[in-house]
């Protein structure tokens, strides 16, 4: 258990959401659940740009950004192999790209144990 906490303190986790609210609240359960160095982004175009000069450890995603599909995020991410959860509202079978629809995925809201949950889910798998 401390393992894992003590990994989470130095891990850096990118939050994609575009809603402020949704992003405070997400922060805060990232936080919660042991992680402090959350780095939030609200667009593709920001996500792209910060890529050039950093590289997270695990990133939790939005399917759209400002009405942008997130498509080439999640492909940047899976070939760097960052581990990444699509937190989302939208309906899943509606997604028709197939990499963010075949993510790991969590509807929002929810509950912080169950971001927990599939955070430790991603971990472990990359582990």
């Known amino acids: 258990m401390w393992g894992r906490m003590r990994d989470r303190l130095s891990m850096t986790v990118l939050l994609l959401e575009d809603q402020p609210l949704i992003a405070i609240d997400t922060e ?11 780095v939030h982004l609200a667009s593709v175009t920001q996500a792209l740009d910060w890529f050039s000069a950093e590289r997270p450890d695990l990133a939790v995603m939005e399917v759209s ?3 942008e599909p ?16 699509v937190y989302s509202g939208a309906n899943r079978s509606l997604v028709g790209d197939r ?24 971990l472990d798998r990359g582990r």
């Open 99 to 122: 990499i963010l629809h075949d993510a790991r995925w969590l509807s929002k809201p929810s509950e912080p144990e169950l971001l927990d949950t599939e955070i430790m889910h991603l």
């Open 28 to 38: 805060a359960m990232l936080r919660r659940v042991g992680f402090v160095n959350i």
């Open 65 to 67: 950004l400002q009405g």
């Open 70 to 85: 997130s498509v080439t995020v999640a492909e940047h991410l899976a070939r760097e192999n960052v581990p990444y959860l």
